[in-house]
């Protein structure tokens, strides 16, 4: 994709010295670039770094894109990981999600902080989404509202992830707009969103809060109904039907924007080129392609290029942090 990694130079002078001397020389390997899932293989991050291989491959990029799965903490062992160890290595990207950016807002990753990576390209966006089952009396999001002020111990939402993740979060901010506190919204967490869907279709779950791309992929089942998507405005494709949850009077919106970052002390021009990557990325027709077919959406203005996305990172660690210390959830 452009530029040649500064490896890439390496064995390019040394080629031409040994042909130059007609002498044998030995050449430096040259490290294929590492994509870091920061949890276990299946899931958003092991899509994200799934499709930026993919992409590579289809660019013809001569060296591959090695996976690596570092587990832990919703993203907390990755991140300190690069921080504290491989601070400054140039072909190095960790995915990362806007779950990514609520845990550092409530504290999950340690001692560190927005500001101690750098934040390199984003990929893809997705949005948020409520979903019941497709025989459920709640036909819309007004309905499920309804039924929480009612009684909520009527509706238990189901998500993958724990308490205080931004599944949950957005339960919670549903539950809120029924004047149901948190504390007395009922929830349980499964080991992913596959599973929390499965418990919707037996009917142990009366609602899923997840994202719009799991759901849509959920939809060829026949089993559900999704009866928001949390986004500024109608999503195309196959959830062009489906209402957002503001065009149903209620003010929730949950944007999840997916790609990567890199170690503190890359070198800028390291940085730099894959950033540009990145951005030619974001604008390739056949990328466009590989991403529809994940279910993912164009990634918006706020977080098109490297300093954007920056911009936008910390930006929506401060807005998370607020909405934390709301939900009794701030370090």
Known sequence: ??????????????RIACAALAASCALPAVAAPECIVPAKPGGGFDLTCKLAQRARQEAGMAEPMRLAYLPGGIGAVAYNTVVAQRPAEP????AFSSGSLLALA??????????????VGALAADYGMIAVRADSPYQTLKDLVAAL???????????GGTIGNQDWMKAALVARQARVGYKRMRFVGFEGGGEAFTALRAGDVQAVSGDASEAAMQLATGNIRILAVLAEQRLPGRLAGVPTAREQGYDITWPVVRGFYMGPRVAQADYQRWAARFERLQASPDFARLRAAQGLYPVGPAAMDAAALDAYVRQTVQRYAALAREFGLAR
């Open 1 to 14: 994709m452009g530029q040649v990694p500064a490896a890439a130079h390496v064995v390019r002078i040394v």
């Open 91 to 94: 072909d190095t990207l960790v």
């Open 106 to 119: 409530e504290g999950k990753f340690g001692k560190y902080g927005a500001a101690d990576v750098r934040w």
């Open 149 to 159: 002020a009612a009684d909520p111990d009527r509706v238990l939402f189901g998500a």
